[in-house]
């Protein structure tokens, strides 16, 4: 019960630190919750702001999942063998912390950065091909939320036969909370209203 403790306060803390709310107000003197969709995480960063603050968001909240994890590792010197639960629940932890930081009033990102970052931690090699993987599919469809969604779903099915059912089961609610939070980018897609990647490319290279 300590270990499992520990690992949340360590990965919520981590978690609170909103990259996309800090660099926004220190080098584009904006509020990233005033723009776009309103949430302070990666992918508002690059729709609303471009591609510099997006990148940078991006390196943070991916790292905020990647430590969360490794400092588990290195507490209790859990491996995905061995204590794999007490790693899901360090990458969530983070994740949690990423969407609802207490000093925001709960309202922050959507978390997608923050699972990649938490799986590479656990598996170096998932996690590589899950952003690279993430990358080409949001290429090729043009949209995020689409591409995330499709990402999750496949960290489920490979956690169910990989790593065990409880893992499964949290990466599926993982899955589930993720589809709630992209509502409304799907319901702007079938408007032809959401963001798309082409769009932000188009209007960096103008």
């Known amino acids: 019960m300590k ?30 919750r005033t723009l776009g ?8 960063a690059l729709s609303s702001v471009g591609v510099k603050l997006g990148a940078a968001v991006a390196i943070v909240d991916v790292l905020k999942g990647l430590l969360a994890v490794l400092i588990t590792q290195w507490l209790f010197k859990a491996t995905l063998s061995t204590q794999p639960l007490l790693l899901y629940i360090s990458g969530v932890s983070a994740m949690l912390g ?10 922050g990102g959507k ?19 899950s952003i690279v993987f993430l990358l080409l599919l949001t290429y090729i469809t043009d949209y995020i939320a689409l ?20 893992e499964g089961v949290i990466a599926s609610l993982v899955l589930l ?7 409304k980018n799907f319901a702007r897609m079938k408007d032809d ?14």
């Open 98 to 107: 990423h969407i609802f930081p207490f000093y925001m009033h709960f309202k």
């Open 177 to 183: 909370s993720s589809m709630v939070m992209h509502r």
């Open 3 to 32: 270990e499992l403790l520990i690992t949340i306060v360590i990965g919520y803390a981590l978690g609170n630190i909103q990259a996309a709310y800090i660099f926004g107000k220190i080098f584009y003197k904006v509020d990233i």
């Open 111 to 129: 978390g997608t950065a923050t699972y990649l970052g938490a799986m590479l931690a656990m598996s170096p090699m998932l996690g590589v091909i």
């Open 147 to 166: 591409s995330t969604m499709v990402l999750m779903s496949l960290i489920a099915v490979i956690s169910f036969i990989e790593v065990g059912p409880l």
């Open 193 to 206: 209203t959401e963001g798309r990647l082409s769009h932000v490319l188009q209007k960096k290279k103008g």
């Open 37 to 44: 969709h309103g949430n302070a995480g990666t992918s508002n």
